[in-house]
Protein backbone atom coordinates (compact mmCIF):
# COMPACT_ATOMS: atom_id res chain seq x y z
CA UNK A 1 0.00 0.00 0.00
CA UNK A 2 1.59 3.11 -0.93
CA UNK A 3 1.93 5.81 1.74
CA UNK A 4 0.95 9.51 1.71
CA UNK A 5 2.78 11.28 -1.00
CA UNK A 6 3.60 15.11 -0.74
CA UNK A 7 5.84 17.65 -3.35
CA UNK A 8 7.59 19.38 -3.13
CA UNK A 9 9.87 18.11 -1.00
CA UNK A 10 11.64 21.23 -0.35
CA UNK A 11 10.92 25.14 -1.56
CA UNK A 12 12.40 28.33 -1.14
CA UNK A 13 10.91 31.73 -2.02
CA UNK A 14 10.78 35.76 -1.16
CA UNK A 15 8.17 36.97 1.26
CA UNK A 16 5.29 38.30 -0.77
CA UNK A 17 6.00 35.31 -3.25
CA UNK A 18 2.69 32.78 -3.66
CA UNK A 19 3.84 28.93 -3.09
CA UNK A 20 1.62 25.27 -3.38
CA UNK A 21 2.21 22.12 -2.12
CA UNK A 22 0.64 18.94 -3.22
CA UNK A 23 -0.65 16.09 -1.29
CA UNK A 24 -2.27 12.76 -2.34
CA UNK A 25 -3.86 10.38 0.83
CA UNK A 26 -3.36 6.97 1.05
CA UNK A 27 -6.27 5.55 -1.08
CA UNK A 28 -9.36 5.17 0.26
CA UNK A 29 -8.95 7.68 3.28
CA UNK A 30 -11.59 9.88 3.35
CA UNK A 31 -9.83 12.11 5.98
CA UNK A 32 -7.06 14.88 4.87
CA UNK A 33 -5.14 16.59 7.37
CA UNK A 34 -2.56 19.71 6.53
CA UNK A 35 0.04 20.36 9.64
CA UNK A 36 2.13 22.99 9.79
CA UNK A 37 5.68 22.30 12.04
CA UNK A 38 7.81 25.39 12.97
CA UNK A 39 10.95 24.86 13.62
CA UNK A 40 11.80 23.38 17.19
CA UNK A 41 7.64 22.92 17.89
CA UNK A 42 5.16 20.34 17.40
CA UNK A 43 2.54 19.88 14.26
CA UNK A 44 -0.07 21.89 14.85
CA UNK A 45 -3.41 21.65 12.17
CA UNK A 46 -4.28 24.18 9.98
CA UNK A 47 -7.32 22.29 7.97
CA UNK A 48 -9.07 18.90 8.02
CA UNK A 49 -11.29 17.57 5.19
CA UNK A 50 -13.41 14.76 5.31
CA UNK A 51 -13.85 13.90 1.54
CA UNK A 52 -14.23 17.08 -0.13
CA UNK A 53 -15.79 19.40 2.74
CA UNK A 54 -13.87 21.29 6.08
CA UNK A 55 -14.63 19.87 8.72
CA UNK A 56 -12.03 22.27 10.89
CA UNK A 57 -10.13 24.97 9.38
CA UNK A 58 -10.47 27.49 12.77
CA UNK A 59 -6.30 27.46 12.70
CA UNK A 60 -6.00 28.46 9.18
CA UNK A 61 -5.14 31.93 8.44
CA UNK A 62 -7.29 32.97 6.36
CA UNK A 63 -6.03 36.01 4.72
CA UNK A 64 -3.46 34.47 3.57
CA UNK A 65 -4.00 30.48 3.30
CA UNK A 66 -5.95 28.04 1.12
CA UNK A 67 -6.56 24.90 0.39
CA UNK A 68 -8.71 22.38 -1.71
CA UNK A 69 -9.75 19.09 -1.56
CA UNK A 70 -11.07 17.93 -5.24
CA UNK A 71 -12.62 15.37 -6.05
CA UNK A 72 -12.12 13.74 -2.32
CA UNK A 73 -9.14 12.68 -3.27
CA UNK A 74 -5.45 15.15 -3.70
CA UNK A 75 -5.48 18.23 -2.03
CA UNK A 76 -3.56 21.85 -2.17
CA UNK A 77 -2.55 24.13 -0.14
CA UNK A 78 -1.79 27.58 -1.07
CA UNK A 79 -0.07 30.38 0.74
CA UNK A 80 -0.38 33.96 -1.20
CA UNK A 81 1.09 36.15 0.09
CA UNK A 82 4.13 34.24 2.21
CA UNK A 83 5.66 35.89 5.41
CA UNK A 84 8.98 35.05 6.91
CA UNK A 85 6.47 33.40 9.80
CA UNK A 86 5.68 30.93 7.24
CA UNK A 87 9.13 29.30 7.30
CA UNK A 88 8.15 25.67 8.57
CA UNK A 89 7.84 21.91 7.81
CA UNK A 90 3.89 21.85 6.30
CA UNK A 91 2.86 18.16 6.86
CA UNK A 92 0.39 15.82 5.19
CA UNK A 93 -1.91 13.41 6.93
CA UNK A 94 -4.79 10.88 6.06
CA UNK A 95 -7.15 8.77 7.76
CA UNK A 96 -9.68 5.86 7.00
CA UNK A 97 -13.53 5.70 8.79
CA UNK A 98 -12.92 2.26 8.81
CA UNK A 99 -10.53 2.79 11.84
CA UNK A 100 -12.02 3.61 15.24
CA UNK A 101 -9.06 5.34 16.60
CA UNK A 102 -8.86 7.47 13.44
CA UNK A 103 -4.81 6.54 13.32
CA UNK A 104 -3.21 9.20 10.80
CA UNK A 105 -0.85 8.62 8.20
CA UNK A 106 2.04 11.32 7.48
CA UNK A 107 3.68 12.00 4.14
CA UNK A 108 7.37 13.19 4.51
CA UNK A 109 6.34 16.76 4.21
CA UNK A 110 7.33 19.95 2.37
CA UNK A 111 10.10 22.08 4.08
CA UNK A 112 9.49 25.87 3.46
CA UNK A 113 11.94 28.38 3.66
CA UNK A 114 10.53 31.94 2.58
CA UNK A 115 13.45 34.44 2.72
CA UNK B 1 -9.25 23.03 24.37
CA UNK B 2 -6.64 20.39 25.20
CA UNK B 3 -2.90 20.90 25.61
CA UNK B 4 -0.34 18.72 25.76
CA UNK B 5 3.62 19.42 27.49
CA UNK B 6 6.40 17.48 27.29
CA UNK B 7 8.60 19.44 29.81
CA UNK B 8 11.69 17.66 28.50
CA UNK B 9 13.62 19.15 25.24
CA UNK B 10 16.08 16.88 25.19
CA UNK B 11 17.38 13.95 26.55
CA UNK B 12 20.40 11.40 25.82
CA UNK B 13 21.36 8.07 26.89
CA UNK B 14 23.42 5.47 26.10
CA UNK B 15 23.25 2.52 23.47
CA UNK B 16 21.14 -0.63 25.78
CA UNK B 17 20.01 1.74 28.53
CA UNK B 18 16.30 2.61 29.35
CA UNK B 19 14.77 5.78 28.75
CA UNK B 20 11.71 7.43 29.89
CA UNK B 21 10.23 10.50 28.32
CA UNK B 22 7.47 12.14 29.92
CA UNK B 23 3.89 13.99 28.89
CA UNK B 24 1.30 15.36 30.59
CA UNK B 25 -1.86 16.47 28.62
CA UNK B 26 -5.41 18.10 30.23
CA UNK B 27 -8.68 17.96 28.32
CA UNK B 28 -12.31 17.19 30.32
CA UNK B 29 -13.28 14.43 28.02
CA UNK B 30 -13.31 11.19 29.15
CA UNK B 31 -13.20 9.19 25.69
CA UNK B 32 -9.95 10.01 23.92
CA UNK B 33 -6.28 8.52 22.18
CA UNK B 34 -3.08 9.52 23.21
CA UNK B 35 -0.33 8.55 20.61
CA UNK B 36 3.58 8.93 21.08
CA UNK B 37 4.81 9.67 17.61
CA UNK B 38 8.37 9.58 16.40
CA UNK B 39 10.47 12.15 13.94
CA UNK B 40 13.54 10.98 12.42
CA UNK B 41 15.51 13.89 10.39
CA UNK B 42 13.84 12.50 7.42
CA UNK B 43 10.80 14.63 8.65
CA UNK B 44 8.68 11.12 8.24
CA UNK B 45 5.77 10.81 11.66
CA UNK B 46 5.67 7.52 12.47
CA UNK B 47 3.69 6.29 14.61
CA UNK B 48 5.31 3.87 18.17
CA UNK B 49 2.74 3.29 20.26
CA UNK B 50 -1.15 3.95 20.94
CA UNK B 51 -3.25 4.25 23.76
CA UNK B 52 -7.10 4.21 23.94
CA UNK B 53 -8.28 5.82 27.44
CA UNK B 54 -10.92 3.88 28.32
CA UNK B 55 -8.32 0.63 28.50
CA UNK B 56 -6.77 0.08 31.90
CA UNK B 57 -3.93 -1.82 30.53
CA UNK B 58 -1.10 0.49 29.63
CA UNK B 59 0.15 -0.68 25.71
CA UNK B 60 3.37 -2.04 25.09
CA UNK B 61 4.86 -2.12 21.35
CA UNK B 62 8.15 -4.42 21.47
CA UNK B 63 10.70 -2.33 23.31
CA UNK B 64 8.31 0.23 23.37
CA UNK B 65 5.94 0.73 26.87
CA UNK B 66 3.93 3.63 27.74
CA UNK B 67 2.51 4.31 31.54
CA UNK B 68 -0.90 5.79 31.30
CA UNK B 69 -1.87 7.92 34.58
CA UNK B 70 -5.40 8.82 33.50
CA UNK B 71 -6.22 10.32 36.97
CA UNK B 72 -3.28 12.17 36.93
CA UNK B 73 -3.34 13.06 32.94
CA UNK B 74 -0.34 11.34 32.55
CA UNK B 75 1.36 9.43 29.71
CA UNK B 76 5.47 8.97 29.61
CA UNK B 77 6.84 6.22 27.23
CA UNK B 78 9.56 3.85 27.87
CA UNK B 79 12.34 2.38 25.70
CA UNK B 80 14.30 -0.53 26.87
CA UNK B 81 17.21 -1.30 25.15
CA UNK B 82 17.85 1.89 23.70
CA UNK B 83 19.18 1.67 19.85
CA UNK B 84 21.33 3.79 17.65
CA UNK B 85 17.98 3.96 14.99
CA UNK B 86 15.94 5.04 18.19
CA UNK B 87 17.37 8.64 17.55
CA UNK B 88 14.72 11.00 16.90
CA UNK B 89 12.59 13.72 18.20
CA UNK B 90 9.36 12.08 20.04
CA UNK B 91 5.72 13.81 20.07
CA UNK B 92 3.04 13.23 22.53
CA UNK B 93 -0.17 13.58 20.83
CA UNK B 94 -4.08 13.35 22.16
CA UNK B 95 -7.26 12.98 19.32
CA UNK B 96 -10.60 13.73 21.02
CA UNK B 97 -12.69 10.86 19.85
CA UNK B 98 -14.79 12.92 18.30
CA UNK B 99 -12.35 15.89 16.74
CA UNK B 100 -10.06 13.27 15.15
CA UNK B 101 -7.53 16.07 14.81
CA UNK B 102 -4.23 15.28 16.89
CA UNK B 103 -2.82 17.83 19.19
CA UNK B 104 0.76 17.44 19.80
CA UNK B 105 2.82 18.27 22.72
CA UNK B 106 6.29 20.08 21.87
CA UNK B 107 8.37 17.46 21.55
CA UNK B 108 11.70 15.58 23.25
CA UNK B 109 14.72 15.24 21.13
CA UNK B 110 16.27 12.17 21.90
CA UNK B 111 20.11 11.17 21.22
CA UNK B 112 21.23 7.48 21.85
CA UNK B 113 25.25 7.25 22.08
CA UNK B 114 27.31 4.40 20.61
Known amino acids: EAGVAQSPRYKIIEKRQSVAFWCNPISGHATLYWYQQILGQGPKLLIQ????????DSQLPKDRFSAERLKGVDSTLKIQPAKLEDSAVYLC?????????????FGPGTRLTVT | AQTVTQSQPEMSVQEAETVTLSCTYD???????LFWYKQPPSRQMILVIRQEAYKQQNATENRFSVNFQKAAKSFSLKISDSQLGDTAMYFCAFQDQGAQKLVFGQGTRLTINP
Open chain 2, 27 to 33: TSENNYY
Open chain 1, 49 to 56: FQNNGVVD
Open chain 1, 93 to 105: ASSSNRDISYEQY
